[in-house]
């Protein structure tokens, strides 16, 4: 990777050309990013991800217009859906995973990029997004017996919800010891929550998310191989640059 690259200017460029709606920009700073040698597992944990938690958090805070919400989901969207295509491969590793989410498109965004970066570690993974009620869960958890689930959420409405879906695996015999690794989103923000629902794990970034699954389903965080470009990854930025007068 180049060492002359800057990723909090970068972060904050990305987030620029994502609130303005500039999909021709992202396309050509995508290409820069590229140039300077960045994997593409590398580029979604180093600038995807870490973009997407700012938007979120401002949109709740009330500091972006829905129109600039808007455009930044949608070329968020875009980049997620074309990066996973551009991920090292691992070998499978016979485990399969259950991914959900929340209900909105913040959390069905983040979800999506963790269980495409899951997939490239060695996964076979199922990922239901949101809108899944609890007893449908169950039920393909009955049939297709994963090794873990993996729970997004990022408002702390959903937390009742994914504590009934703990307290309904605990409670069957089969799925007593499920794991269920709880990621970022209102897990970030508040600390002990996972371990007050009953999750087995919490993590705050993909790179995280997949060593707390890779220590649940495997015994320890290096037990399964790593996504090409993964081991390495700096954890993402959890405090960014406040974006210039242009985006607020």
């Known amino acids: 990777m180049s060492h002359t690259l ?13 609130v303005s709606g500039d999909r021709a920009g992202v396309r050509v700073l995508h290409s820069q990013l590229e140039t300077a040698g960045l994997s593409a597992s590398e580029i979604a944990q180093r600038l995807y991800w870490p973009s997407m938690q700012v938007i979120f958090r401002m949109w709740r805070q009330d500091q972006l217009t829905a129109l600039a ?17 551009r991920y090292g491969q691992s070998q499978r590793n016979g485990r399969r995973l259950l991914c959900v989410c929340g209900p909105e498109e913040s959390e069905d965004t983040a979800g999506q ?13 199922l990922f239901a997004a949101g809108g899944v009620a609890n007893d449908e869960i169950m039920q393909e958890i009955a049939q297709r017996q994963p090794d873990a689930v993996v729970v997004f959420a990022a408002a702390a409405s959903d937390a ?4 009934q879906l703990i307290d309904g695996l ?28 009953g999750a087995t794990a919490t993590a705050h970034d993909p790179a995280e998310i997949i060593a707390a699954v890779n220590g649940a389903v495997f015994g320890r965080a290096s037990a ?13 930025h959890r405090s960014p640059k406040r974006l210039r007068s242009a985006v607020a």
Not at 74 to 83: F, P, S
Not at 113 to 125: I, K, P, T, W
Not at 160 to 163: D, L, V
Not at 224 to 234: D, K, W
């Open 224 to 236: 399964a191989p790593a996504a090409h470009g993964a081991q390495h990854v700096a954890r993402a």
């Open 6 to 18: 800057n990723i909090d200017l970068t972060l904050e460029r990305l987030l620029q050309l994502c």
């Open 160 to 163: 009742p919800r994914i504590r």
């Open 113 to 125: 990029l963790c269980a495409d970066l899951l997939e490239a570690a060695g996964y076979e993974v």
């Open 69 to 85: 919400y808007r455009y930044a989901t949608r070329i968020l969207r875009m980049l997620v859906d074309q990066a996973q295509a």
């Open 170 to 197: 605990r409670e069957t015999h089969r799925d007593r010891t499920m794991p269920v690794i709880c990621g970022a989103g209102v897990f970030a923000r508040a600390d002990g929550l996972a371990d007050e629902i």
